[in-house]
Nanobody, 121 residues
Framework: EVQLVESGGGLVQPGGSLELSCAAS????????MSWVRQAPGKGLESVSG????????TYADSVKGRFTIYRDNPKSTLYLQMNNLKPEDAGVYYC??????????????RGQGTQVAVSS
């Protein structure tokens, strides 16, 4: 059974940092693309960043480039998102998603339960 369990969310002041983690199980983690998507209050899902399986190439939304870093620890089957210089517009529920193939931007077939990020002074 595929499981994706996010952690690391919380309340942070603007300019602060958080690191999200996603512990994966039930599949060969290193093969598949993985991504972080977020949903701000009252808005739809937005892809934040993704990293390919295999070649490990990472991609970022323009809104987070230079501030967020996605990385994966394949031996630990864990995906991370280091978020720096957080802005109020970064607030929302962050989900870890598993792609159906090595390219992270392929259709995703599993998503975690999410972790809440709040950015406020």
């Amino acid at each position: 059974e595929v499981q994706l369990v996010e952690s690391g969310g919380g309340l942070v002041q603007p300019g602060g940092s958080l690191e999200l983690s996603c512990a994966a199980s039930g599949f060969t983690f290193s093969i598949y693309g993985m991504s972080w998507v977020r949903q701000a209050p009252g808005k739809g899902l937005e892809s934040v960043s993704g990293v390919n399986g295999g070649n490990g190439r990472a991609t970022y939304a323009d809104s987070v480039k230079g501030r967020f870093t996605i990385y994966r620890d394949n031996p630990k089957s864990t995906l991370y998102l280091q978020m720096n210089n957080l802005k109020p517009e970064d607030a929302g529920v962050y989900y870890c998603a598993k792609a159906s193939e090595p390219n992270w931007d392929a259709h995703y077939d599993y998503r975690g339960q999410g972790t809440q990020v709040a950015v406020s002074s």
